[in-house]
């Protein structure tokens, strides 16, 4: 089977570099590591060696290591190549292995991307979330979405879940334990206060899907789209919020044409930042589709900046335009808070006009007010002051204790209403336990794990 096939890649990235890794996982590969070595490897021991070519010349020399199963990173016999990383190099040892491979090792391929993770997955040695967690600590974008990251991996997030777990499994003994002598004088259900306990569970679960959402929101951070009439400071707030001069920025109405976008960290989140061609009726073609594009990322966005321009305020047509534009915008953004009005320009206008503002007063050109707009776009993504032992969580995990909590919610109401309906107790139990158990992998399809693992590097 494919599965059982022995697997090669390089685990280095691409381009040249100081040291290059071949990597190999597979059963027996020490007759592989000898045809490559010249020699047999002492065990989880680094080796400095020429690699060889089928005629015993050197390709290159650098370190080889032998980790037999199951002690290793899929749990099965790993030999690690360390070259020069040079492109070239590693592509040579790449297609020695595989030549090797035909007489003392059969079967070897290619490793899919994130095969090598798969099968430490399914070997027992990370559950599903750990595994994840692999991926996000090589993808984190800040440092806090990295140190989370490890900490899923070092199993912070399994173990409340399997905490989680095993409080559910202990309330469904005890309600199968009621279903199956219905006859009995002790009813135990009262007499081990599941119902309580289903509660404790319910607010533990509340707990951790809290963390999971700031974890989440490490992870996948928020998108913000700048948008407004021409002119009233787009793309220099751009420039202010990213600390470099990535939009041009002139009096000229309509020079931004298409997207500019940049990922800022606030204090350690990462905010994706979009500005976009000014929202007016363009005759010209280009600016024209520019302002489709406008549209399409608002559309999209997580929350909006619609920027206004103090300056020109009290102008008919200005103000006119502005009304205009408020109607189009996502309703359901501003309904959740996360669309903010920010007026900009008050370097430009008198103190009093500026005290009558309505929401929040800017100057992309000094800076003033910018740290308040970077505390309101926490706010409104929904970040909590860091927290000590946060870790790194997937939309799929906030996803599924929502699923786990809303279970247990319908479970609640089973509970109170008699035996009558204690099957259906049980069963939103058991849904609610698939539901956290799919988070590790004690449960999930084949289609989410190859969804997974396909986002993985080659290599990895």
């Not at 928020?222 to 009439?229: D, N, P, T």
């Not at 206008?349 to 500026?354: L, S």
């Amino acid at each position: 089977m494919e599965g059982e096939d022995p697997i090669v890649a390089i685990a280095t990235a691409g381009g040249r570099g100081a040291v290059g890794i071949v990597r190999v996982s597979g059963t027996g590969l020490m007759a592989l590591a000898e045809a490559l070595c010249g020699q047999a490897l002492q065990a989880r021991r680094a080796t400095y060696l020429p690699f060889l070519d089928s005629t015993g010349a050197a390709i290159d020399r650098g370190l080889a290591i032998f980790f037999p199963a199951p002690h290793s990173y899929t749990g099965e016999d790993v030999l690690e190549l360390q070259a020069h990383g040079g492109p070239v190099v590693l592509q040579l040892l790449l297609a020695r292995c595989l030549e090797a491979s035909r007489t003392v090792l059969p079967r070897l391929r290619i490793a899919r991307p994130g095969e090598f993770t798969e099968r430490a997955f399914l070997n027992d040695k990370l559950d599903l979330a750990q595994a994840e967690a692999v991926a996000d600590l090589i993808d984190a974008s800040t440092e806090a979405a990295a140190r989370s990251a490890a900490r899923s991996l070092d199993g912070a997030f399994s173990r409340q879940v399997d905490a989680l777990t095993a409080e559910l499994v202990e309330l469904r003994m005890l309600v199968e334990a009621t279903l199956d002598f219905p006859d009995e004088e002790i009813d135990f259900l009262e007499a081990a206060d599941a119902r309580g306990r289903l509660a404790r569970a319910a607010a533990a679960v509340d707990a951790v899907l809290a963390r999971a959402r700031q974890g989440a929101l490490l992870r996948e951070g928020i998108r913000v789209v700048l948008a407004g009439q021409p002119n009233v400071g787009k793309s220099s707030l751009l420039n202010a919020l990213a600390g470099a001069e990535l939009a041009i920025v002139t009096a000229t109405p309509g020079t931004t044409r298409d997207k500019v976008g940049q990922t800022i960290q606030i204090e350690g989140v990462p905010v994706h930042v979009v500005d976009t061609a000014g929202l007016r009726d363009a005759a010209e073609e280009v600016e024209r589709i520019g302002v489709e594009r406008s549209w399409a990322e608002i559309g999209n966005a997580d929350a909006i900046v619609f920027l206004h321009d103090l300056s020109r305020e009290g102008d008919a047509a200005y103000d006119t335009a502005e009304r205009e534009i408020a109607s189009r915008l996502p309703a359901r953004l501003a309904a959740d808070g996360r669309l903010l009005h920010v007026h900009n320009k008050v370097d430009a206008v008198p103190h009093a006009a500026v005290a009558q503002v309505d929401g929040l007063a800017i100057s992309a050109v000094t800076g003033q007010g910018l740290d308040a707009l970077r505390r309101r776009l926490l706010e409104v993504a929904g970040w909590q002051a860091a927290q000590e032992g946060l870790f790194i969580a997937r939309a799929r995990h906030v996803e599924a204790l929502q699923r786990t909590r809303a279970h247990l919610g319908e479970a609640a109401t089973h509970a109170g209403s008699g035996n009558a309906r204690l099957e259906l107790f049980a069963e939103e139990l058991r849904l609610g336990h698939d539901a956290l158990a799919a988070i590790t992998g004690a449960f999930s399809s084949d289609d989410l794990l190859g969804a997974i693992f396909a986002r993985f590097c080659i290599g990895k």
